[in-house]
């Protein structure tokens, strides 16, 4: 349970920073809530996994769900730079986070 906690923390953490794009496009109070929604799901979600998690593969493992599903994110919703360099670094993450599942 606390590998699907940390999973869901992850991506409440991509929908925040998604959150914050909006909010700098669009500067209205809906876009406010929904980044305090993100992010708090996003440290709720952490917290839980952390009960059964070392805090150093938890908070490794959730970094790497939010900086690369981050990155993902802005190739997909706002025409980010989509060049071999990015996706081979997004690749690497992606893969330590499954290499620190694996041996956890």
Same mark, same amino acid.
């Given at each position: ?8 923390? @992850? &991506?409440?953490?991509? !929908? ?5 794009? %909006?909010?700098?496009? /669009?500067?209205?109070?809906?876009? %406010?809530?929904?980044?305090? &929604?993100?992010?708090? =799901?996003? !440290?709720?979600?952490? +917290?839980? +996994?952390? %009960? $059964? &998690?070392?805090?150093? $593969? ?5 970094? *790497?769900? =939010?900086?690369? @599903? *981050?990155?993902?994110? @802005?190739?997909?919703?706002? =025409?980010?730079?989509? /060049?071999?360099?990015?996706? +081979?670094?997004? $690749? ?13």
């Amino acid at each position: 349970m606390a590998w699907v906690s940390l999973f869901v923390a @992850g &991506l409440f953490e991509m !929908f925040g920073v998604v959150m914050i794009n %909006k909010l700098h496009r /669009d500067k209205n109070w809906q876009a %406010k809530v929904l980044l305090l &929604l993100g992010f708090g =799901g996003s !440290f709720l979600f952490l +917290a839980l +996994a952390m %009960k $059964t &998690l070392p805090m150093g $593969t938890a908070y490794a493992i959730w970094t *790497g769900i =939010g900086a690369s @599903g *981050g990155a993902i994110l @802005g190739m997909l919703l706002y =025409g980010e730079p989509k /060049d071999w360099k990015r996706l +081979a670094f997004i $690749t690497i993450i992606i893969g330590s986070v499954i290499g620190l599942k694996l041996i956890s």
